[in-house]
């Protein structure tokens, strides 16, 4: 333990002097004077000295835990208690404002410090600690009943960057669950480490921890911090797939990853989360909410969960996620609701009576209503993405082709799409996506008559290829429509060719080779039949304009395939 004032520390603590040759206390008494400390008047037991502090007493400190490595064990094979404890045990605790936890073992000395209580009052003005979620929150409550003016999950200091993890990494971080167990908390810092984008939408984990922080209406300001600046950027795109048209904003802390949201903020995401709930229809459904006024269930809106009955909550819920989706802008996906653990349940139950899906949804051009995605390669924001940089008006999405439903052959998929344009080709592979959009129809050869054997047709057609690592946003090869080659095998080619069947690269036009950006049914290199998938090939990296090097191809072997129309 560091930073205990040292007066405090030496009233408590075991010293032995006893190395120490008699005349060098002398020298140790004028040093210890600066720090208004003496030692007692008969220097007769040096092993064990008495102290003794000169001026006023000990009225505040800073403790500050940090467990040292490769401390031996006892002879005895029993681990003793530190005799600094002593400086801290529950009598002497009230002097202590400020407490840091350095090391996850420290979190069981903080725990020893706190248990003993859990009965009284405690007043501190900072509380920062590291660990799991469960660690962390688990010393919190120890802290039993009285205020903290500040908490602090996690910390970056001395180069050490100490981020609170999730118990469930889908959820965001859950301290709302424990409210009524929690003390007083006035201010909340969270150091967020926000999961892969594989695993769970930054944005969202993001803001579904701030939601649950929001159940703790003791907290007037709440700082988060994060590790990357596209996290900030995924949190304002989730802001606005969750509210919309309404103005939330954060306060970003110039030149750091960090974001503040003070009182009025905070009031206004508790109100904004019931924005569209109508108390109409709240008084129009059945339930126990029947038996509450419209001003009282006005003023319980105001106020966000804690106010709220389960099934009331439930019900606002799934009204505000019904009225988002009507106002919703075109081209825009609309975030399903966060819900507490509590009130999972409550919430499905609700949303099956009123024939709501539990999902983001996707409000497309014209009158129809949001529709979920269809795709089971690319989440919503990565679909809505794509739809957003064609810059045509799209009224419906038509899925025309599933590889695991009709087959993975190449005339499967022919046979299927037909003479359909504007088409959408996704492709997965290990959970990460490739494709390509193709505005106009596939035109392949017609099979070859005799005497004639064409294999292959190469034409112009504007389109968009890209890419992405699981649910990542997605990285384009052009931002914008461009005109590509677009090339196609006949139905029934059975020559040996190094070409893929269906290929976009470089547009004739470019007067050089055709280069190949994206290539489905490839030939077999990956020995695969094709009853197993389809082999893809990739190219992403620069290369000149006139060279051909197949090295720079990656291939692999899709899993799925999705061929969509685009309707307008």
């Not at 799409?417 to 996704?426: P, R, T």
């Amino acid at each position: 333990m560091r930073d205990i004032p040292l007066a405090h520390l030496l009233a408590n603590t075991q010293v032995d002097l006893g190395k120490l040759p008699a005349c060098s206390l002398p020298l140790l008494d004028a040093l210890l004077s600066g720090y208004k400390v003496r030692l007692a008047a008969s220097h007769g037991h040096i092993v064990c000295p008495t102290f003794h502090t000169m001026g006023p007493g000990v009225r505040g400190c800073s403790i500050s835990i940090d467990c040292a490595d490769g401390v031996p064990s006892p002879a005895d094979g029993i681990a003793h208690e530190p005799s600094e404890l002593k400086a801290v045990s529950q009598i002497r605790l009230e002097p202590v404002q400020s407490l840091v936890v350095k090391n996850r073992i420290g979190l069981g000395v903080a725990k020893m410090m706190l248990g003993g209580r859990r009965q009284q009052l405690l007043l501190l003005d900072s509380l920062t600690m590291c660990g799991t979620e469960t660690e962390m929150r688990q010393l919190v409550i120890d802290a039993g009943r009285g205020a903290i003016n500040e908490v602090s999950l996690g910390f970056v200091c001395e180069g050490r960057h100490e981020f609170i993890k999730a118990e469930d990494e889908r959820e965001g971080i859950t301290p709302g669950d424990y409210r009524h167990q929690l003390p007083r908390i006035k201010s909340l810092v969270m150091y967020l480490d926000v999961p892969s984008a594989d695993v769970v939408n930054p944005g969202v984990f993001i803001l579904s921890s701030i939601w649950s922080v929001l159940e703790i209406e003791s907290i007037s300001q709440l700082t988060v911090v994060l590790r990357e600046h596209f996290h900030l950027d995924a949190l304002k795109n989730a802001l606005q797939r969750r509210f919309g048209s309404q103005q939330i904003r954060i306060t970003v802390m110039h030149g750091q990853l960090r974001f503040v949201l003070a009182a009025d903020r905070i009031g206004a995401l508790r109100k904004a989360a019931f924005a569209h709930s109508s108390v109409d229809d709240m008084l129009n459904t059945e339930g126990a909410h029947k038996k509450l006024t419209v001003r009282q269930l006005s003023l319980m809106f105001e106020r966000y969960f804690p106010s709220l009955p389960p099934n009331v909550s439930a019900e606002a819920l799934t009204s505000d996620f019904a009225g988002r989706m009507r106002a919703a802008a075109p081209m825009t996906v609309v975030d399903p609701p966060y819900a507490p653990r509590r009130l999972k349940a409550p919430l499905m139950a609700a949303m099956e009576r009123h024939g709501v899906a539990m999902e983001p949804m996707l409000r497309l051009h014209g009158d129809g209503p949001c529709l979920p995605s269809p795709s089971v390669i690319a989440s919503p924001a990565q679909l809505m993405a794509i739809l957003q940089t064609t810059g045509k008006q799209t009224t419906g999405i038509e899925l025309l082709y599933k590889a695991t439903v009709h087959g993975f052959a190449y005339t499967n998929m022919l046979d299927r799409v037909g003479d359909a344009s504007c088409l959408l080709f996704l492709v997965r592979a290990n959970g990460d996506m490739d494709g390509c959009l193709i505005t106009s129809s596939l035109q392949p050869p017609r099979n070859p008559e005799r005497g004639r054997r064409h294999t292959f047709k190469s034409y112009d057609a504007d389109a968009l290829v890209f890419t992405a690592t699981g649910p990542s946003p997605l990285t384009f090869q052009f931002p914008f429509l461009k005109a590509q080659c677009v090339t196609l095998s006949r139905g029934y080619n059975e020559l040996h060719s190094t070409c893929a069947k269906l290929m976009v690269g470089r547009s004739h036009t470019l007067n050089t080779i055709a280069r190949e950006w994206l290539g489905l049914w490839a030939p077999d290199t990956l020995s695969c039949s094709a009853s197993e998938g389809c082999v893809v090939r990739v190219r992403w990296e620069t290369v000149s304009l006139t060279a051909w090097d197949q090295h720079k191809l990656r291939a692999f072997l899709a899993d799925e395939i999705e061929v969509f129309q685009l309707l307008q």
